[in-house]
């Protein structure tokens, strides 16, 4: 709850301590006393938009503090932390406004600086101000699903449909990412498709490169090496100029005169003899094998171009796939198995959208059920509310809770309902909404009996009526402070009022004056019973105080139920 406020230099305040208790506080005073400017202040300090009007003339600056002491678990306390700010559910908020004669504004939670936009954020769970200074709380229709929800106690629907919708654009960014790894797989499957078709044309073979690249060398030089060959074979056929059996016939016969006499030479003619046998056998291996690759070697120019344009095209698919001729057979597989990979993706497809599908009828099962729970607590709140505005002088007007369907793409974890607050006030004209149709007491009175129903649902702490009672007296006047009562019985309640039917009900009362200290000046006190009671009658004769009028105002106080 708000438990303190201190205005410095702010329009007529030059320095004011207030302190706040829970239950219902008023501030009463004469018309122009200042009262406004309190709640200008608090606004303020709740990241209002600066004015360096409100700096007291003369001043550098004007400095608006407000003290807060949320209750354990306040969502305050998760915004915070959100924030990155630091905090424990048991500490106050202090929430600083400085202003300074040129316009320059600077806001403070806790001494820290922040934004104007955070206090105005973290205000709005903690303060609602109704009457002619706000519109937010209730005047705002992002506000009304959730109050409706709380007074219809939708929390395991609530809880049951965002569970549900989390699952279903789960499944949806499920299907669409699988479509687009689909699409992608399709556009490149026809690459893929093009590559496997030239590669299986292509049919390279492991090691036919180097085997390719080797013929290729021996038939580019395929004259040149036949020249060479029957060159050599022809010296090894013949044997010192003469016609013979060449090398290895020079050789045997040499092996056979040796042989005859080796017997008579001790031996010595041994090694010889052998090395004599192996070199003719050597040189009939020799002629064999030349005779036998002289035979190999092609001499075809057509073979030779049919073998270039196969290693070339070896070689050029290789570079067109970043590998070498080696790795073309790899590839060739791997593109065949990525594919077949690729040809189950419709099936899968089919799968997801079948699971989305489900999910979505699961939710809207459940959005559904949610949508009637809410036109139930819908009718339960325009009678409810309804039945609170004839003592308010209100008889004529009608409140009505507007539920209608979203298109499709507006749905959410909230379900599939747009909520509105709309109030006609006369009979016979078409509702609409809260803040355009009512204006002044009308939506103050308004805003009390819509709070009254929906006490111990809201989560603000302190609520805020702005001459709640302006055009109202009597019995419609100490309506509204009964009901005040009733709502500072779940909140605090602080009221800015002209009845003296209203005042009589207050746990605290301040009373707002302006004095001359040197020159006017804005003060509030904090009433004394004694001074209470002056007050009101005050209130009740005017300017003139009559003991009619105190004995007026002790029926008032000892009426107000406390």
């Not at 669409?176 to 690459?191: H, N, P, S």
């Not at 507006?410 to 004209?429: I, K, Q, Y």
Request: hydrophobic share 45%; net charge negative.
């Amino acid at each position: 709850m708000l438990v303190g406020l201190s205005i410095r230099d702010v329009v007529l305040v030059d320095r004011l301590d207030l302190a706040f208790e829970a239950g219902l506080s008023v501030l009463t005073g004469e018309t122009g006393a200042g009262k406004s400017i309190l709640l200008d202040s608090l606004s303020l300090a709740l990241g209002a938009r600066a004015d360096s009007g409100l700096v007291r003339t003369g001043s550098p600056q004007l400095v608006v503090t407000a003290r807060f002491a949320p209750p354990v678990g306040h969502p305050v306390w998760d915004l915070l932390r959100d924030q990155g700010l630091e905090c424990s559910d048991d500490d106050s908020l202090v929430f600083r406004r400085t202003v300074t004669a040129d316009g320059r504004s600077r806001a403070f939670l806790n001494d820290q600086p922040v934004s104007a936009a955070l206090l105005r954020q973290l205000g709005e769970t903690l303060v609602e101000i109704h009457g002619q200074f706000d519109s937010h709380g209730l005047l705002n229709p992002a506000t009304h699903l959730e109050v409706l929800d709380s007074f219809g106690g939708q929390a395991s629907r609530l809880a049951a449909c965002a569970g549900s919708w989390r699952v279903w654009r789960e499944r949806a960014r499920e299907r669409t990412t699988a479509e687009a790894a689909v699409a992608q797989a399709q556009a490149l499957e026809e690459q893929l498709r093009a590559d496997a078709a030239e590669l299986d044309s292509l049919a390279p073979k492991p090691g036919e490169e180097a085997q390719l690249a080797e013929r290729r060398a021996m038939m580019m030089n395929s004259e040149k090496l036949v020249e060479a060959m029957n060159a050599a074979f022809s010296a090894l056929s013949q044997s010192g100029g003469n016609q013979g059996g060449g090398v290895a016939c020079s050789l045997r016969a040499a092996h056979r005169h040796l042989e005859r006499i080796a017997d008579k030479a001790g031996g010595r003619l041994d090694a010889v003899i052998a090395a004599l046998d192996r070199a003719a056998i050597e040189i009939d291996e020799a002629s064999g094998t030349l005779e036998k690759v002289s035979a190999s070697v092609e001499l075809d120019s057509g073979r030779l171009e049919q073998m270039e344009e196969r290693l070339f095209a070896l070689r050029a698919a290789a570079r067109r796939h970043g590998t070498d001729a080696n790795g073309l057979v790899a590839l060739r597989q791997t593109l065949h198995q990525r594919l077949a990979a690729l040809e189950d993706g419709g099936g899968a497809i089919a799968r997801l959208v079948r699971t989305e599908q489900a999910a979505r009828a699961e939710y809207v099962a459940l959005a559904r059920d949610l949508s009637r729970a809410r036109a139930e607590a819908a009718t339960r709140l325009d009678q409810a509310v309804n039945a609170e505005l004839p003592p308010l002088k209100l008889s004529r007007a009608s409140f009505h809770t507007r539920v209608t369907p979203l298109a499709e793409a507006e749905w959410s974890a909230e379900g599939l309902d747009r909520v509105v607050f709309e109030v006609a006030t006369n009979p016979g004209t078409v509702p609409g909404p809260l803040g355009r149709i009512a204006s002044g007491g009308e939506l103050a009175r308004f805003m009390l009996a819509l709070k009254v129903i929906l006490a111990g649902t809201s989560r603000v702490p302190s609520l805020i009526f702005d001459e709640v009672d302006t055009g109202i007296g009597g019995a419609t006047a100490d309506a509204v402070g009964h009901r005040l009562a009733r709502l500072a019985a779940t909140v605090q309640v602080l009221v800015v009022t002209h009845s003296p039917q209203v005042a009589a009900r207050a746990h605290t009362h301040l009373r707002v004056e302006k004095r001359d200290q040197g020159g006017m000046r804005t003060v509030v006190e904090t009433l004394a019973p004694n001074a209470r009671r002056e007050e009101i009658a005050r209130m009740l004769a005017g300017a003139a105080i009559t003991d009619e009028a105190r004995a007026a105002a002790d029926r008032l106080m000892a009426g107000e139920g406390r």
